[in-house]
């Protein structure tokens, strides 16, 4: 079966400017998570949806950062503006249910640099 | 809080030498525990997981992992280590209230295997 789908795969933008991250989970998956991953660190979790609705985004900074899964499949992530401390991996991840024995399984992820 | 504490950052092995990452995890419930993967230019791929049962468990590639509640560890092992384990290695909890499903991991190990 095919993967997690994530692009771009690298972006390198400005401080201050804006940028929007894409995720297509695996076919059938409820639940989607994204995970940003600062250098030197292990992933650390953003926001999880459950179809289209918001189950976990309470380390999301939400006065730059933004997500939404309209139709219960693909999602976009967004940031606005970009902060220099914003550089990061962006992971993907998607579960079939949020059940605790579900397994998660994560895209390629999107390699931001903030200048 | 829940978090997960990976003691090596960085291990360098020849071939065929035996390998055991720490984990230690700090969690007052019941915890479920994965160690997951990422091979150079690949994504994040699930190495062994352990739920209940045997804390013994085995995974892909040889490895394995033993559970020790008293200890609040989770270890990594491998009898002998090829080149192509060359890749960073992430523990991590599963953190579960309601619907949430994330995982928490930790910092990551970088092991470089040397021919």
């Known amino acids: 079966e095919a993967g997690v789908a994530q692009s771009p795969r690298y972006k390198i933008i400005e401080k201050r400017q804006s940028v929007a991250f894409w995720c297509n989970p695996i076919?059938?998956?409820?639940?989607l998570y994204w995970y940003q991953q600062i250098l030197g660190q292990g992933p650390k979790l953003l926001i999880q949806?459950?179809?289209?609705?918001?189950?976990?985004d309470s380390q999301l900074p939400k006065d730059r950062f933004s997500a939404e899964r309209l139709k219960g499949v693909d999602s976009t992530l967004k940031i606005q503006p970009a902060k220099l401390e914003d550089s990061a991996v962006y992971l993907c991840?998607?579960?079939?249910?949020?059940?605790?024995?579900?397994?998660?399984?994560f895209g390629p992820g999107t390699r931001l640099t903030v200048l | 809080a829940q978090s997960v504490s990976q003691h090596n950052h960085h291990v360098i092995l020849s071939e065929a030498a035996s390998l055991e990452l720490g984990c230690n995890y700090s969690?007052?419930?019941?915890?479920?525990l994965f160690w997951y993967v990422q091979y150079p230019g690949q994504h994040l791929q699930l190495l062994l997981k352990?739920?209940?049962?045997?804390?013994l468990v085995k995974g892909i590639k040889g490895f394995e992992a033993e559970f020790i509640k008293s200890k609040f560890s989770f270890n990594l092992r491998k009898p002998s280590v090829q080149w192509s384990d060359t890749a960073e290695y992430f523990c991590?909890?599963?953190?579960?209230?309601?619907?949430?499903?994330?995982?928490?991991f930790g910092t990551g190990t970088l092991l470089a295997v040397q021919p």
């Open positions: 969690y007052g419930g019941t915890v479920n």
């Open positions: 949806f459950q179809n289209n609705g918001v189950v976990d």
């Open positions: 991590a909890a599963g953190a579960y209230g309601g619907a949430t499903n994330k995982l928490i």
């Open positions: 991840a998607s579960s079939p249910t949020s059940g605790v024995y579900n397994e998660q399984f």
């Open positions: 352990y739920f209940s049962g045997d804390p």
């Open positions: 076919s059938g998956h409820a639940t």
